[in-house]
């Protein structure tokens, strides 16, 4: 059901920060590996003398990775606690004020009042409400503003050209909550950002012989905005979201899935290029066809790159997801193209996790 609450129109999201221990290396890893291009940059070069970010984007992605050039910093007290994690998911909206104050309103935690900043390019106004673990939502308006990215970002002079992996969008943004606080959040997207829940996935749905989850699917009232939740269940063994939030120091995003327009072309050029994917047994192909019925996909194509589908009863997708891309075994992505289904395929959550018990096992953390 749709929520009603509409006093908070969140139009998409603008971009995602990463506070990282080394940004300029993580931008060449994500420029390399992912096919991001390094758009901009702040640092000591435009005058900032206490952090520097990078701003990446491909199509309509904006990620950001700033570390701290100080040793006392949010960013660096983020980064002891937390190893290299998500800290901001910014939303671009009419009314950074107004979205302020609603929230606030509705009993969100402060973090930034509305502050406006500017250069000769325009001004921006950005304000900020506390939400999961240290992560922070920011409500970005950027009506009076034609500068590349935020007041004192500059160009970044390119080093050499990328190839576009046709990562387009981004797809939803997952949170992992402690014990018994997946509801506590729905709540809060619920009564305080206007969202409304999804799909619920409970603990018979997300389970292996060993680890279980539970998970809500939360929807922004546009649609643009995907946030499922998850919490752990109990099972024999330690689930992956306990592991996460142990190695994170708590609640945190654990992954961002970014759609793709072609996913065999997107995953073919990450493998290229050494990335990690989580691999599921051979024996997950044998029975796709009568699964999922025709896919436009050539099925050997898909089995040699590790592309899983699923399908429901409005198309199907195509996902993959990669091993963690920190040192902390916490964060990772998700690659996935939309035929039609707007689920996340539950069909595909058992093999899934399957593969991740056989890392978590080498990690010694099962
Ligand atoms: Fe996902």
Redesign the pocket.
Known sequence: MQNKNNNLPLLEIDFIEFYVGNAKQAAYFYQDYFGFEIIAFSGLETGDKRKISYLLVQHNIRLVLTSSLIPNSEISDHVKSHGDGVKFIAFLVEDSKLAYLNTVNKGAEKYLLPKLIHDKNGEIIISGIKVYGDTVHLFVERKNYNGIFLPGFKKFKKIKSQIDFRLKNID?V?ANVGWNQMNKWVNFYSTVMGFSNLITFDDKDISTKYTALMSKVMINSNNKIKF?INEPAKGIKKSQIEEFIEFYNGSGCQ?I?LLSEDIIFSVKNMRSKGVEFLEVPETYYDNLFERCGHIDEDISILTNLGILVDKDEEGYLL?IFTKPVMDRPTFFF?I?QRKGSNS??KGNFKALFEAIELEQKKRGTI
Request: aromatic share 10%; hydrophobic share 40%; no cysteine.
């Open positions: 939803h997952v499922p992954h899935a996902q998700e996935i996340f395929g």
